[in-house]
Protein backbone atom coordinates (compact mmCIF):
# COMPACT_ATOMS: atom_id res chain seq x y z
CA UNK A 1 0.00 0.00 0.00
CA UNK A 2 1.03 3.22 -0.89
CA UNK A 3 0.31 6.32 1.59
CA UNK A 4 1.03 9.52 1.35
CA UNK A 5 1.47 11.68 4.89
CA UNK A 6 0.67 15.27 5.08
CA UNK A 7 -0.36 17.78 7.64
CA UNK A 8 -0.84 21.93 8.18
CA UNK A 9 1.91 22.30 10.89
CA UNK A 10 4.82 21.99 8.63
CA UNK A 11 7.52 19.31 7.38
CA UNK A 12 9.00 19.29 10.95
CA UNK A 13 5.95 19.04 13.12
CA UNK A 14 6.45 16.33 15.95
CA UNK A 15 2.97 15.05 15.23
CA UNK A 16 4.01 14.07 11.73
CA UNK A 17 6.87 12.47 13.00
CA UNK A 18 4.55 10.36 15.15
CA UNK A 19 2.13 9.50 11.76
CA UNK A 20 5.02 8.60 9.97
CA UNK A 21 5.84 5.70 12.77
CA UNK A 22 2.34 4.57 12.63
CA UNK A 23 2.43 4.48 8.37
CA UNK A 24 5.67 2.79 8.51
CA UNK A 25 4.63 -0.06 10.11
CA UNK A 26 1.79 -0.18 8.01
CA UNK A 27 3.90 -0.47 4.78
CA UNK A 28 7.00 -0.31 3.22
CA UNK A 29 6.19 2.59 0.53
CA UNK A 30 5.41 5.50 2.64
CA UNK A 31 5.88 9.61 1.41
CA UNK A 32 5.55 12.52 2.68
CA UNK A 33 4.73 16.09 0.91
CA UNK A 34 3.88 18.73 3.70
CA UNK A 35 4.34 22.65 3.97
CA UNK A 36 7.68 23.72 4.81
CA UNK A 37 5.61 25.95 7.89
CA UNK A 38 3.27 25.59 9.83
CA UNK A 39 -0.17 26.39 8.14
CA UNK A 40 -2.33 26.16 10.63
CA UNK A 41 -6.26 27.46 10.33
CA UNK A 42 -5.54 27.88 6.04
CA UNK A 43 -8.58 25.93 5.42
CA UNK A 44 -8.95 24.63 1.64
CA UNK A 45 -6.67 27.50 0.50
CA UNK A 46 -4.94 27.41 -2.50
CA UNK A 47 -2.26 29.05 -3.50
CA UNK A 48 -2.91 30.93 -6.74
CA UNK A 49 -1.14 34.34 -7.20
CA UNK A 50 2.71 33.05 -6.77
CA UNK A 51 4.57 29.74 -7.59
CA UNK A 52 5.08 27.47 -5.01
CA UNK A 53 8.18 25.08 -4.15
CA UNK A 54 8.83 21.84 -4.09
CA UNK A 55 11.76 20.90 -1.92
CA UNK A 56 13.30 17.25 -1.65
CA UNK A 57 14.50 16.17 1.78
CA UNK A 58 16.05 12.73 0.51
CA UNK A 59 13.47 9.27 1.16
CA UNK A 60 10.74 10.11 -0.52
CA UNK A 61 10.03 13.41 1.81
CA UNK A 62 9.19 16.51 0.31
CA UNK A 63 8.46 20.04 1.64
CA UNK A 64 5.73 22.88 -0.39
CA UNK A 65 6.51 26.39 0.22
CA UNK A 66 2.28 26.58 0.10
CA UNK A 67 -0.90 25.50 1.62
CA UNK A 68 -1.57 21.78 2.96
CA UNK A 69 -3.84 22.00 0.26
CA UNK A 70 -1.02 23.03 -2.34
CA UNK A 71 0.98 20.11 -1.19
CA UNK A 72 -1.53 17.10 -1.85
CA UNK A 73 -2.26 18.88 -5.00
CA UNK A 74 1.50 19.37 -5.99
CA UNK A 75 2.24 15.94 -4.62
CA UNK A 76 -0.64 13.78 -6.91
CA UNK A 77 0.72 16.01 -10.09
CA UNK A 78 4.22 15.83 -9.68
CA UNK A 79 4.92 12.90 -7.20
CA UNK A 80 3.05 10.34 -8.22
CA UNK A 81 2.79 10.32 -12.37
CA UNK A 82 3.29 6.80 -12.50
CA UNK A 83 1.15 5.74 -9.38
CA UNK A 84 -1.09 7.62 -7.60
CA UNK A 85 -0.93 6.61 -3.66
CA UNK A 86 -3.54 4.57 -1.85
CA UNK A 87 -4.50 6.56 1.28
CA UNK A 88 -3.42 9.96 2.35
CA UNK A 89 -3.19 10.56 5.91
CA UNK A 90 -3.18 14.10 7.57
CA UNK A 91 -1.66 14.96 10.95
CA UNK A 92 -1.14 13.97 13.18
CA UNK A 93 -2.04 17.91 14.40
CA UNK A 94 -0.97 19.66 17.25
CA UNK A 95 -5.12 20.51 18.53
CA UNK A 96 -8.28 18.85 18.03
CA UNK A 97 -10.10 18.89 15.08
CA UNK A 98 -14.20 18.97 16.13
CA UNK A 99 -17.51 20.43 15.20
CA UNK A 100 -17.14 23.68 13.16
CA UNK A 101 -13.29 23.59 13.35
CA UNK A 102 -12.76 21.35 10.28
CA UNK A 103 -14.03 24.51 8.41
CA UNK A 104 -10.85 26.49 8.99
CA UNK A 105 -8.32 23.00 9.42
CA UNK A 106 -5.65 22.72 7.52
CA UNK A 107 -5.18 19.15 8.39
CA UNK A 108 -8.56 18.26 7.40
CA UNK A 109 -8.56 20.44 4.10
CA UNK A 110 -5.86 18.62 2.73
CA UNK A 111 -7.42 15.15 3.53
CA UNK A 112 -10.40 17.00 1.43
CA UNK A 113 -7.91 17.58 -1.72
CA UNK A 114 -7.24 13.98 -1.68
CA UNK A 115 -11.12 12.95 -1.39
CA UNK A 116 -11.81 15.32 -4.08
CA UNK A 117 -9.23 13.19 -6.22
CA UNK A 118 -10.58 10.19 -5.64
CA UNK A 119 -8.42 8.68 -2.58
CA UNK A 120 -9.13 7.52 0.47
CA UNK A 121 -8.37 9.71 3.07
CA UNK A 122 -8.41 10.37 6.72
CA UNK A 123 -7.26 13.19 8.96
CA UNK A 124 -5.71 13.17 12.41
CA UNK A 125 -5.68 15.03 15.16
CA UNK A 126 -4.65 15.08 19.33
CA UNK A 127 -6.79 17.19 21.64
CA UNK A 128 -4.42 19.16 24.35
CA UNK A 129 -5.54 20.22 27.69
CA UNK A 130 -3.43 22.14 30.24
CA UNK A 131 -2.16 18.76 31.65
CA UNK A 132 -1.71 16.96 28.28
CA UNK A 133 0.51 18.27 25.68
CA UNK A 134 1.41 15.19 24.30
CA UNK A 135 0.92 12.48 21.25
CA UNK A 136 0.52 9.69 23.51
CA UNK A 137 -2.65 8.61 22.95
CA UNK A 138 -2.16 8.70 18.81
CA UNK A 139 0.81 7.13 18.77
CA UNK A 140 -0.33 4.33 20.81
CA UNK A 141 -4.22 4.31 19.71
CA UNK A 142 -3.22 5.30 15.79
CA UNK A 143 -3.00 2.02 14.15
CA UNK A 144 -6.11 0.51 16.16
CA UNK A 145 -8.25 3.34 14.59
CA UNK A 146 -6.84 2.88 11.26
CA UNK A 147 -6.56 -0.84 10.48
CA UNK A 148 -10.50 -0.85 10.11
CA UNK A 149 -10.88 1.92 8.63
CA UNK A 150 -8.27 1.59 5.39
CA UNK A 151 -9.81 -1.69 4.66
CA UNK A 152 -13.39 -0.21 3.77
CA UNK A 153 -14.43 0.93 0.76
CA UNK A 154 -14.98 4.61 1.17
CA UNK A 155 -17.96 6.49 -0.85
CA UNK A 156 -16.51 9.22 -3.21
CA UNK A 157 -16.28 12.81 -2.35
CA UNK A 158 -16.11 11.07 1.49
CA UNK A 159 -13.50 11.06 4.11
CA UNK A 160 -13.05 10.37 7.90
CA UNK A 161 -11.63 12.58 11.11
CA UNK A 162 -10.15 11.53 13.77
CA UNK A 163 -9.69 12.83 17.02
CA UNK A 164 -7.53 11.75 20.05
CA UNK A 165 -8.62 12.82 23.54
CA UNK A 166 -6.26 14.64 25.56
CA UNK A 167 -5.26 11.98 27.69
CA UNK A 168 -3.04 9.17 28.71
CA UNK A 169 -3.02 6.60 26.18
CA UNK A 170 -3.78 3.97 28.86
CA UNK A 171 -6.62 6.40 30.09
CA UNK A 172 -8.54 6.36 26.50
CA UNK A 173 -11.39 4.68 26.95
CA UNK A 174 -12.51 3.03 23.43
CA UNK A 175 -13.75 4.68 19.90
CA UNK A 176 -17.04 5.66 18.76
CA UNK A 177 -18.08 6.66 15.48
CA UNK A 178 -20.16 9.87 15.68
CA UNK A 179 -21.44 13.00 13.50
CA UNK A 180 -19.75 16.58 13.56
CA UNK A 181 -20.94 18.67 16.64
CA UNK A 182 -21.44 22.50 16.68
CA UNK A 183 -19.50 25.41 18.20
CA UNK A 184 -20.80 28.54 20.00
CA UNK A 185 -18.33 31.27 17.94
CA UNK A 186 -20.57 34.35 18.63
CA UNK A 187 -17.82 35.31 21.44
CA UNK A 188 -15.03 34.54 19.66
CA UNK A 189 -12.20 36.59 21.31
CA UNK A 190 -9.97 39.50 19.95
CA UNK A 191 -7.10 41.22 20.69
CA UNK A 192 -6.43 44.34 19.47
CA UNK A 193 -2.80 46.45 19.78
CA UNK A 194 -0.55 49.43 18.31
CA UNK A 195 2.50 48.64 16.61
CA UNK A 196 5.67 50.67 17.08
CA UNK A 197 4.77 52.81 14.01
CA UNK A 198 1.36 53.73 15.40
CA UNK A 199 -1.01 51.24 13.51
CA UNK A 200 -3.30 49.29 14.82
CA UNK A 201 -3.82 45.51 14.32
CA UNK A 202 -5.90 43.14 15.55
CA UNK A 203 -5.49 39.30 16.46
CA UNK A 204 -7.65 36.24 16.53
CA UNK A 205 -7.70 34.81 19.98
CA UNK A 206 -7.40 31.59 20.68
CA UNK A 207 -9.76 30.99 23.37
CA UNK A 208 -11.94 27.90 24.08
CA UNK A 209 -15.30 28.80 21.73
CA UNK A 210 -17.95 27.30 23.55
CA UNK A 211 -20.07 24.27 22.74
CA UNK A 212 -23.08 22.18 23.65
CA UNK A 213 -22.16 18.58 24.41
CA UNK A 214 -25.10 17.38 21.95
CA UNK A 215 -25.20 13.18 22.09
CA UNK A 216 -23.72 11.75 19.66
CA UNK A 217 -21.10 14.17 18.36
CA UNK A 218 -17.12 14.53 18.18
CA UNK A 219 -17.33 17.06 20.88
CA UNK A 220 -19.17 14.77 23.38
CA UNK A 221 -17.06 11.72 21.95
CA UNK A 222 -13.56 13.25 23.07
CA UNK A 223 -15.27 15.06 25.90
CA UNK A 224 -16.26 11.70 27.98
CA UNK A 225 -12.51 10.76 26.91
CA UNK A 226 -13.05 8.47 23.66
CA UNK A 227 -11.61 8.38 20.22
CA UNK A 228 -13.55 10.29 18.20
CA UNK A 229 -14.66 9.11 14.15
CA UNK A 230 -16.70 10.89 12.09
CA UNK A 231 -16.91 10.39 8.58
CA UNK A 232 -17.44 13.74 6.45
CA UNK A 233 -18.69 13.93 3.19
CA UNK A 234 -17.87 17.37 0.18
CA UNK A 235 -21.65 17.59 -0.61
CA UNK A 236 -22.43 20.69 1.18
CA UNK A 237 -25.53 20.79 -0.36
CA UNK A 238 -29.10 21.28 1.85
CA UNK A 239 -30.90 18.43 -0.18
CA UNK A 240 -33.79 18.92 2.07
CA UNK A 241 -34.19 22.47 1.07
CA UNK A 242 -34.44 21.76 -2.64
CA UNK A 243 -37.93 21.72 -3.14
CA UNK A 244 -38.57 24.18 -0.86
CA UNK A 245 -36.55 27.10 -2.55
CA UNK A 246 -37.43 25.69 -6.19
CA UNK A 247 -40.71 26.32 -5.49
CA UNK A 248 -40.29 30.14 -4.62
CA UNK A 249 -39.22 30.38 -8.37
CA UNK A 250 -41.98 27.76 -9.71
CA UNK A 251 -43.67 29.76 -12.53
Not at 26 to 49: F, I, K, N, R, Y
Request: proline share 4%; with cysteine.
Amino acid sequence: MRILLTNDDGIHAPGLKVLEGIARAMSDDVWVCAPAEEQSGAGHSLTLHHPVRLRDHGDNRYSVTGTPTDSVNLALRKLFADRLPDLVLSGVNAGQNLGDDITYSGTISAAMEAALAGIPAIGLSQAYSETVQSFEAAEQWGAKVLAPLIDVTMAKRTLVNVNFPALAAADVKGIRVVRQGFHDYARGSLVEGTDPRGRNYYWFGLQPAEHTLDHGTDLEAVDDGYIAVTPLQLDLTNHSAIDALASRFAA
